[in-house]
């Protein structure tokens, strides 16, 4: 099936920032697939792309085949938008909300009441209705939120960080509405939480750094990164820059961190190496020790999976 | 094409939200009456202190009460809506910026427009009690038109530019003060620029039309500054493409 949405080399600086760099990535109709990344990975500037808030910098993003900056109204047209936080007028009523959005949008008069009824009913907000929108519980509030996005019967829904902020309940019941939608519609969503895509998505791009570092199902990127090895090493007796040379050398070595030398120690060295699924590089090290005359004081090997992964991303971006 | 048909249903969508918005907030009603209470004052004290009945006065004082009462109805029209984020999808809707800005600025307009309607209680109560020109005032309310759609277009490019509605205030404020000043210094100016103050003046052409004389270049001027200032608001919402909004 072809693509429904394709980004090519995609791009946003904000002066010297680049937001987003070079983002490629395709989602098939039907697919419900989640942008994941930590804060700042530019999940919401890749959003605001898609939705035509602004236009890339560079690259380009075509939604059913129109290009997003020449048919901006018309790929508007065709699509849902959710944008983080939720905002709404909070001075309306809901239903007078969820009339405005229908109108705006070009909706018939003839048609409206029916529109609106279906979206309050398929958001379960029926008991809302009469309701002041600053009256909603947070968990209403995205409902709402939700109802005008679908309220044209979009092809295409995008939400920004949807669970954000809400309580355990109200997620499930979110999560849960969000793949109701995604039996009948195409929807990216953004999300810094592993969890949420392996709970509502059929697709996964990670996103760091304005990057996508990887793509796949759940499963997929899963398998792809639980072989993953990580040993740890405590090695006596070597030069830090000839270490970390000689651990680079080794055929399958993926990543190599070599740390300060200890305190108390001088010459010992803590050490990591990463291989790739299935490859072990235990005997390597050893006969690389044997070879240099290098006392090999511990090593210990780990499995590393995809949350490990994904912590790291965020840790770093935390710390 | 339906392009532009739902372009204007955007537009009118827009409108009929941000009018009922104002009669939904105090802070509206607060402006309106105040302004009311001061135009009646203006009438009344000449009616009873003078002796006359005459809108002169209240003409004559209308262009300072405007550069006050403008920007503070059209402050909230973008600014508020940069404040709690819906302008990132308002502007995602299937509407042109200049739609946005076109059914914000009616709006306010129709706001003033219902303010100014009741002011006309004044010269009907005049003519009841005395002589007044029916073709002047019609006229005057013209000039009191033309005049508040050129402050609310200023406070409304001003609501564009911040997130503030107290900034947006100050700024419509400033400059509507500006171009209203120009007109009362205008004889202090060397005398080669005063052709160009007079010209840009808001002063010299609200004259005109107060005095009973309706003349093209006078609607002209007016007309042009609103068109300047909606697509200064206009270009200032796309400067998000751009910029780092
Ligand atoms: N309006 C802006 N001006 C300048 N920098 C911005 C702006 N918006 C986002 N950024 C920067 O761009 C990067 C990506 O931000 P964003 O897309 O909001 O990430 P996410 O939604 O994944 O948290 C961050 O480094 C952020 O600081
Ligand atoms: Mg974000």
């Not at chain 2, 209308?62 to 308002?90: H, K, N, Q, Y």
């Not at chain 2, 427009?113 to 010269?123: D, E, I, R, S």
Request: glycine fraction near 10%; hydrophobic fraction near 50%.
């Amino acid at each position: 099936m072809e693509a429904f949405v394709e980004a090519e080399n995609l791009t946003r600086t904000y002066g010297a920032v680049r937001a987003v760099d070079r983002v490629s990535f395709q989602i098939r109709k039907g697919e419900v697939v989640g942008l994941l990344g930590p804060n700042g990975a530019g999940k919401t500037t890749t959003m605001k792309m898609l939705t035509c808030f602004m236009p890339p910098t560079e690259g380009r993003v075509r939604v059913a085949g129109l290009d997003v900056v020449e048919h901006s109204l018309e790929v508007r047209r065709r699509l849902g938008y959710l944008p983080e936080n939720v905002p709404l007028y909070d001075e309306m009523g809901v239903w007078e909300y969820l009339d405005f959005m229908a109108r705006v949008r070009g909706i018939e008069a003839s048609e409206r009441g029916r529109a609106i009824r279906r979206a309050v009913a398929r958001c379960g907000l029926g008991a809302m209705i009469g309701k002041p929108v600053s009256a909603l519980s947070k968990g209403y509030r995205q409902r709402l939120g939700l109802a005008q996005a679908v309220i044209h019967d979009p092809d295409l829904v995008i939400l920004d960080e949807p669970t954000t902020g809400l309580d355990p309940n109200q997620i499930v019941e979110i999560r849960q509405l969000i793949r109701q939608i995604g039996s009948e519609k195409t929807v990216l969503l953004s999300t810094h939480i592993l969890q949420e895509v392996e709970a509502v998505c059929d697709r996964v791009l990670i996103i760091n750094d304005g990057r996508i570092i990887a793509d796949g199902t759940p499963a997929q990127l899963h398998s792809e990164f639980q072989g993953a090895q990580e040993l740890s090493l405590l090695i006596g007796g070597a030069a830090h820059d000839d270490l970390s040379a000689a651990l680079g050398g080794i055929a399958g070595a993926e990543r190599v961190q070599v740390g300060e030398p200890d305190a108390r120690n001088s010459g010992v060295f803590a050490a990591s190496v990463t291989s790739g699924k299935d490859t072990d590089l235990r005997e390597a090290i050893f006969r690389l020790c044997v070879q240099r005359g290098w006392v090999l004081l511990e090593m210990h090997r780990r499995v590393v999976s995809l949350e490990d992964i994904f912590r790291k991303l965020t840790v770093r971006e935390g710390a | 094409m339906s392009g532009k048909g739902v372009g204007m249903t955007g537009a009118y969508a827009i409108f009929r939200r941000e009018f009922a918005a104002y009669f939904g907030q105090p802070v509206a009603y607060v402006v309106i009456t105040a302004y009311l209470l001061i135009c009646g004052w203006f009438f009344a004290s000449t009616l009873f202190l003078e002796g006359q009945a005459t809108v002169r006065t209240y003409f004559e004082a209308a262009p300072l009460l405007l550069v006050f009462f403008a920007p503070a109805i059209a402050m909230r029209l973008l600014a508020d809506e940069w404040r709690s984020g819906t302008m990132e999808l308002l502007i995602t809707l299937p509407v042109r910026d200049m739609d946005v800005v076109l059914g914000k600025y009616l709006a306010a307009l129709a706001v003033f427009m219902v303010a100014q309607g009741v002011t006309l209680l004044y010269p009907l109560t005049a003519g009841l009690l005395g002589n007044v020109d029916g073709g002047q005032v019609v006229s005057a309310y013209i000039g009191m038109l033309l005049l508040g759609g050129t402050y609310l277009a200023v406070g409304l490019w001003a609501s564009a530019v911040t997130a503030s509605q107290v900034v947006a205030f100050i700024l419509g404020f400033f400059v509507c003060f500006v171009l209203f000043l120009l007109g009362k210094v205008v004889a202090l100016a060397p005398a080669p620029l005063v052709p160009l103050a007079e010209a840009i003046a808001v002063d010299t052409h609200f004259a005109n039309l107060a005095r009973g004389v309706v003349d093209s270049r006078d609607v002209l001027y007016f007309l042009s500054l609103i068109a300047l200032c909606l697509l200064g608001a206009v270009s200032t919402l796309e400067g998000r493409k751009w910029g780092s909004r």
